[in-house]
């Protein structure tokens, strides 16, 4: 059994069952699932089972001048969970339980580990509902979700993350343990610390307890898929959707790279002949027949080839269950396009205004062609949050340098556009650079300055965001 005078105070304080240094089971927590970021072994993962048993672990840590990495699920995909050399990594996956679930005030308080689904399942019971929905929500858990300021296929007409999270319970630096937030419907005392922490990626604190908002559950919706000759035609159907005040409870854009490598993934009668394809969805329950009916007006009128509503609740949850498969199905296709198994994803994840939607898929397209390199384009299009993915032979240089350039390219045209690097995944590893060129000088030396406020020594989760 390895040993050292840090993995002894962790086993005293955690029991040796909680402090893991086993080879294997470190490397399967060196990374999260964004591929082509830098990563290293931990020196151990720590599955505390309390927030007391947090703050243990940080002090430790801190009086050993050790860096601490939260991870969750590690279903991330911009490197904000990878481990640095010889870290200690605070696994959240102990922390799993639904604390409480209010019916009246409409609230939930729940450890991070809980998988977002299980916090969906649960609610559901009482007639409510959790809205965010990352993609990976099967398995992706409420603490990553808090972290990375998660958003989701419902965040059109229902918000990301952040506008749900009332609380939070933070293990800082110091072990210390912070409360910020509130339980009430209202509330505006002091400074918005549950923001602050929102999206912080662990590089300002571990989060051991999160309070989140809860809705009514919604009627059930009803689905149409719309068919575009051409992306920018698609693009140009959303901005239609926005400018005329109609609310989608769900406005996904599939490009043709996409359907063409779900079909193949999970063959379905996809139309891949299609160059892109829009999912909409309407909950307004009585309303739902004519709100989609408006939307399909919008689709014809910007030049859509077939609109097809879903027949029935089953039709729809399979569309639906289409675009859940765009990243296993696109890390597929990777592997496919290059022989050896090489194949690999640069994944993007940048938002623009909607209105300028059209021309940043004529962007991305004039990119992977000068580029030359495949790039498929799938997104969260009623709120202009796209996700580029591009396709790279990692056992070739020249492939990798490709995709480096196209991946660049795409960021600054949607900078240039009036939009932001990161609508969802965070910022990680990936955007650092492109983070610090989005919020300038004195945006980074405010970041800066409240890093150094709450970890002077820099020992949470460095390297990441800034």
């Not at 307890?209 to 059930?220: D, G, I, Q, S, Y």
Request: hydrophobic share 45%.
């Amino acid at each position: 059994m390895a040993t050292s005078p840090l993995l002894d105070d962790l086993r005293a304080a955690l029991g040796p069952d909680a402090v893991l240094t086993d080879p294997d089971l470190l490397r399967g927590h060196e990374r999260d699932e964004a591929d082509l970021c830098a990563s290293a072994t931990p020196l151990v993962v720590t599955r505390p089972r309390s927030t007391e048993e947090v703050v243990a672990v940080v002090r430790a840590a801190g009086r050993h001048g050790v860096p601490v990495v939260p991870q969750g699920a590690r279903t991330g995909l911009a490197g904000a969970a990878n481990a640095v050399d010889g870290a200690v990594v605070i696994s959240t996956t102990a922390l799993s339980s639904i604390l409480e679930i209010d019916p009246v005030s409409r609230i939930a308080v729940v450890q991070p580990g809980v998988v977002n689904a299980a916090l969906t399942a649960a609610v559901g019971e009482h007639g409510l509902w959790y809205p965010p929905d990352p993609g990976s929500w099967e398995s992706s858990t409420i603490g990553g979700n808090v972290a990375t300021n998660a958003g989701g296929m419902c965040c059109v007409k229902y918000g990301v993350t952040t506008e749900y999270v009332l609380g939070l319970e933070v293990v800082l630096a110091s072990g210390e343990v912070l409360r910020t937030g509130r339980r009430t419907a209202k509330g505006v005392a002091g400074y918005d610390l549950t923001r602050l922490f929102v999206g912080s990626e662990g590089t300002l604190g571990v989060i051991t307890e999160v309070t989140v908002a809860l809705r009514p559950a919604p009627a059930e919706s009803l689905t149409l898929v719309a068919v575009f000759g051409s992306t920018a035609n698609a693009g140009a159907a959303v901005a239609r959707i926005a400018a005329q005040g109609l609310s989608p409870s769900l406005l996904e854009l599939l490009d043709r790279t996409h359907l063409t490598a779900i079909e193949a993934y999970r063959p379905m009668g996809l139309r891949t002949d299609a160059e892109a394809l829009l999912l909409a969805a309407a909950d307004t329950g009585p309303r739902a027949a004519a709100d989609l009916a408006e939307l399909a007006a919008v689709c014809d009128a910007a030049g859509a080839e077939e609109v097809y509503a879903a027949g029935d609740a089953v039709e729809a949850a399979a569309l639906l269950q289409a675009r859940r498969l765009a990243h296993p199905a696109m890390e597929k296709y990777a592997v496919d396009t290059y022989p050896g198994g090489n194949g690999g994803l640069i994944i993007d994840d940048l938002a623009v205004p909607r209105g300028a939607l059209a021309a940043l898929l004529d962007g991305v397209a004039r990119i992977a062609a000068e580029c030359q390199v495949p790039i498929g384009v799938v997104g969260h299009a009623g709120d202009g949050n796209m996700h580029p993915n591009i396709v790279v032979d990692r056992a070739d240089p020249t492939s990798l340098e490709r995709g480096r350039r196209a991946f660049d390219e795409i960021m600054r045209l949607g900078l240039d556009l009036g939009g932001t690097c990161t609508g969802e995944h965070g910022v990680g590893l990936l955007k650092r650079d492109w983070l610090a060129r989005e919020i300038g000088p004195v945006g980074v030396r405010v970041h800066q300055a409240i890093k150094a406020a709450l970890d002077p020594t820099g020992l949470l989760n460095p390297g990441k965001v800034l």
